[in-house]
């Protein structure tokens, strides 16, 4: 290429996750015809996430502030706990609006493959937080992955022998969803779970 | 979502050609995991787009100089110049090693249906170079679209009465295609287009 500016530019696109050269070329070059204000404003967002952004002291969720807006609400159950990967996982349950607790994000889950253990997450403020007596019941909404089995397994055999209730969200048949194709495991498992059929 | 701050990173990301809510979100995500030296530098690549960048004063390809490396390079022939879209257009005819002339870049294509004249486009700058009398080969290497055809058309009109020689690059059946999947219109040209065959 011509310029060890634009080259510079397309190397730090390249470095997100799914973007490949060709997609960071086209996106710079989107800057380059844009107004230089959007470009600085641009650049101001990206260094307001490590200069102004907080994780929430109690449930590590992101924030601007100490506390997250979702652990200072008083409407809601902050005795029923959620345990989530991400961020993401936050936002997605908050779109169902069908849960009125607090949550708690572990950053991650532990996966012995890539030697991230527990002590990598957030897991031990946990357990502070049930010390506390704060949580009576915890839900495990985390990925039906090996990951996901082994970090709900980790956590609620530390917490064998208290009374705290656990779940885990249900796993099943997506709601539309035609038997025919879905995975067998999928499958097995809405058969072993099968719930009373209410009239 | 439950912070300003991320909310504004993803709006900025969302701006990006291609890039929808769900992805600028995890792009930002990954973001919030990696080091605050990376999102700073990424940050001044960004802004160095807008400060350092400039245009080349000749051919209007990006530089980080007044007169780009294609340019200034003596051992290419300046007499011949391709017209192209962008830059990416630049980087892709020099990937082919094909070509040792020089470029013009018009920063767009005359599109009447998108408010796109002739005037928004660096053309006057290439009539000035055809008075310094620095051009005799003019090869068009447009997209074979209606904007294509009329930007080319412009050109070669305003040209009319000197004694430049202008051409198209070849449109046809790709190397290596299959004329079932060729499309009517592009295996029409390559037929109205054929070339003696040389044993």
Excluded: W
């Excluded at 070059?29 to 204000?37: G, M, P, T, W």
């Excluded at 449930?59 to 652990?71: G, K, P, Q, R, V």
């Excluded at 708690?104 to 997450?121: A, K, N, Q, R, Y």
């Excluded at 885990?168 to 779970?193: H, K, M, N, P």
Aim: net charge negative; with cysteine; hydrophobic share 40%.
């Amino acid at each position: 290429m011509n310029s060890k500016i634009v080259e510079g530019a397309v190397a730090q696109f390249s470095k997100l996750p799914g973007i490949g050269k060709k997609t960071a070329l086209r996106l710079v070059l989107h800057l380059l015809k844009v107004d230089e204000q959007n470009v600085y404003d641009f650049s101001k967002a990206l260094l307001k996430l490590k200069t102004d952004l907080h994780f929430c002291s109690v449930c590590h969720n992101i924030s601007d502030e100490t506390i997250c807006s979702i652990c200072k609400d008083t409407g809601r159950n902050h005795e029923m706990v959620c345990i989530v990967e991400d961020l993401r996982d936050v936002i997605a349950i908050e779109n169902t609006n069908q849960f009125r607790g607090v949550y708690h994000v572990l950053g991650g889950l532990i996966s012995p493959v890539d030697g991230i253990g527990p002590e990598d997450l957030n897991i031990e403020s946990l357990f502070v937080r049930f010390q506390r007596n704060e949580i009576k019941e915890l839900i495990f909404a985390l990925a039906a992955t090996m990951e996901g089995d082994t970090t709900t397994f980790y956590i609620t055999r530390r917490l064998n022998g208290s009374d705290i209730k656990a779940s885990t969200i249900a796993r099943g048949i997506s709601v539309g969803g035609e038997l025919e194709y879905a995975d067998e495991i999928t499958l097995g498992r809405s058969i072993l779970g099968r719930v009373p059929y209410k009239l």
